[in-house]
């Protein structure tokens, strides 16, 4: 998972700077994918990008990009060079003006109190009247337990990169202004904090 993700989850209540152990022996195999190259890392996140371009695109975009596009995506990420990754990402990142936006939004919702690794699901930006579907939306259809009910106290908090975006936001916007790297919306539902 994305550190951000992963401080949203588990740490976003906390001071920062967030202090992390580091264990070097007995790695927990059962728990988490072990990488024993950045070749496999590197094919994890291609792989994440082509499901999220055949998800926003039917796979159009990173199917006509070439080998060294791929690569420069990559090694851009890599390096922390900005305009290295994103001058191949822009494309990703587009569609055409007579579409209103992407075909699907790939999002993965992660929550703090369940066993459950993520919720995944075709969800369209656009509704079938022409309106934008919001966080709001999404969140009805997918995950009804993070809206709060009418008449009750909210008890979870949606975080995307550490903010708690207003339900009103179109998923859409979303998408292209708050994915991660490897083009999916991580969304976090944890606690909201009792004090």
């Known amino acids: ?17 967030w202090s992390i152990t580091v264990h070097f022996k007995n790695f927990p195999e059962k728990d988490l994918l072990h990488c024993h190259s950045k070749d496999v890392i590197e094919a ?18 990173i ?33 055409p003006p007579e579409d209103s936006g992407f075909r699907y939004i790939p999002f993965r ?9 993520f919720i995944q699901k075709l969800f369209r930006p656009i509704a079938s009247g022409g309106q934008l579907h919001t ?3 999404l969140l009805k259809d997918v995950c009804p337990s993070a809206i709060t009910p009418e008449d009750g106290e909210q008890k979870t908090q949606v ?5 708690e975006p207003m339900l009103e936001t179109p998923i859409q916007w979303l998408s292209e202004h708050m994915s991660y790297p490897d083009n ?7 606690p909201r904090p009792t004090d």
């Open 1 to 17: 998972y994305p550190i951000g993700l992963l401080f949203d989850l588990h740490a976003s209540n906390t001071a920062l700077p």
């Open 44 to 61: 994890h996140f291609m792989a994440c990008i082509k499901e999220a371009d055949a998800l926003k695109h039917k796979s159009q975009v």
């Open 63 to 95: 199917n006509e990009m070439q080998k060294k596009d791929h690569k420069q995506l990559w090694m851009g990420l890599q390096n922390d060079k900005f305009e290295q990754f994103w001058a191949i990402n822009r494309k990703l990142m587009e569609y």
């Open 109 to 117: 919702i992660y929550q703090a109190t369940t066993e459950r690794p």
């Open 135 to 137: 966080l709001g939306d």
């Open 159 to 163: 975080m995307i990169h550490g903010i």
């Open 184 to 190: 999916f919306l991580h969304i976090s539902i944890i």
